[in-house]
């Protein structure tokens, strides 16, 4: 298939006008011009490498905890209308036989490859290996130590399956971390009490990442500064980012810009169930939630309950609050970064001759008009 007339976005420059041609589900050429080829005519849109996103909990009616291999595949449906084509399944504090459990609906799910729309790349656990100080609404009574005997009763379903941990590095002396990058999962500092200078020796042993910057841990102060500033001071660490417009501050997002620069940041939703219904009254596990608009909070105390953007709309917060933003930086953020954090950019997260064909078509409004997984077409927005 050829797609032409398109503004394409590479890692280094924006091709003004370009085509691409997709075979056997990966990228066989790029080219300035247009051609007399026939092929998809996308009339000046822009041409993105799909969106990756590392943190989300569903949506859709889809929470994942609570989910079976049926309604996984439901969320992968869903997700591709959002520019997605890859991303983390997320989930919160539970039981270890509830984590079990969940693993196997999950390693069903997994194993229909045929099931899968937008390319689920494994499990995230955030939780239950996290600060009581900093737990947010996770429940206190399961709150674990992060120990190896722990984590090999995560693997034991499939090794294979959990690809990110966030955990509070201060409950372990660095044996835990070790385990990790032995086994090929992502350590992630997230819902932690640590100090900045504490966690110096948690980023030597390994730990790059951070999980949705400011949310859930100590924060940037002048004589106490926590794991905020440090991940804003480390150049190597990779800084999730709720980019809403709610869960952090715009004037935020132009902070963390310009310390962290579009290398240093990943964009993630940490969407719940509610994400892509309409406003109304649902359930999150055992809560009663409200959403409206983008906002999901309790029904009862109006506290914040998880996010409910889509994944193009803080794509769009953020090219409206950095406002010299260029779009082959902005890919950094939405699939470059995470793509070579997660060992996955030799087949995707950028526009290269030889990989996958994952992309993404906006208009001039930044909205989602098509999305393509493994060079196929697997959603296009209704004329309107
Ligand atoms: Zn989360």
Redesign the pocket.
């Known amino acids: 298939m050829i797609v032409k007339n398109g503004k394409i976005v590479l890692e280094d420059k924006v091709i003004e006008q370009g085509w691409i041609k997709i075979e056997d589900s990966k990228i066989v050429q790029i080219e300035a011009g247009t051609t007399d080829l026939p092929g998809l005519d996308v009339e000046g849109k822009w041409i993105l490498p799909g969106f990756i996103d590392c ?1 989300v ?1 569903g949506g859709y009616g889809v929470d994942f905890e609570f989910g079976d291999a049926k309604r996984f595949e439901h969320f992968s449906k869903n997700i591709v209308q959002e520019g997605v084509t890859t991303y983390v399944q ?1 989930s ?1 504090t539970n039981s270890t036989a509830n984590n079990l459990k969940y693993l196997t609906e999950f390693q069903n799910f997994m194993q229909q490859k045929d099931s899968q729309v937008g390319k689920c790349l494994g499990a995230h656990f ?1 939780g239950p290996f996290i600060s009581p100080d900093k737990k947010g609404a996770h429940e206190l009574s399961l709150l674990q130590k992060p120990t190896i005997a722990e984590l090999q009763k995560l693997m034991e379903v499939n090794p294979q399956l959990v690809k990110i941990i966030t955990y509070a590095p201060e409950l372990q002396n660095g044996e835990f971390t070790e385990s990790l990058l032995a086994n090929q999962i992502l350590p992630s500092a997230g819902h932690s009490n640590i100090l900045f200078k504490d966690f110096e020796m948690h980023h030597k042993q390994g730990i790059k990442h951070l999980t ?1 910057l400011y949310n859930g841990m100590s924060g940037i102060s002048q004589r106490d500064p926590g794991l905020a500033a440090a991940g804003l001071y480390y150049d190597d660490v990779l800084c999730e980012l709720i980019t809403d417009g709610i869960h952090v501050d715009v004037e935020t997002i132009k902070l963390t810009y310009k310390i962290k620069g579009y290398q240093g940041i990943c964009i993630i939703t ?1 969407a719940v169930n509610a994400k892509g219904l309409p406003d109304g009254n649902y359930k999150l596990g055992n809560l009663n939630v409200t959403k409206t608009g983008i906002k999901v909070f309790l029904s009862d105390s109006g506290t914040l309950a998880g996010a409910g953007a889509t994944y193009d709309h803080n794509v769009r917060v953020m090219l409206k609050t950095i406002s010299n933003l260029k779009m082959n930086e902005l890919i950094y953020m939405t699939s470059i970064n995470i793509a070579k954090q997660l060992g996955i950019f030799e087949q995707t997260g950028s526009i290269t001759v030889g990989k996958k064909a994952d992309l993404v078509i906006l208009d001039k409004n930044f909205e989602v008009v098509k999305t393509f997984v493994d060079g196929d077409i697997k959603f296009e927005r209704e004329k309107k």
């Open positions: 943190h909990h997320a919160v955030e949705h940490d």
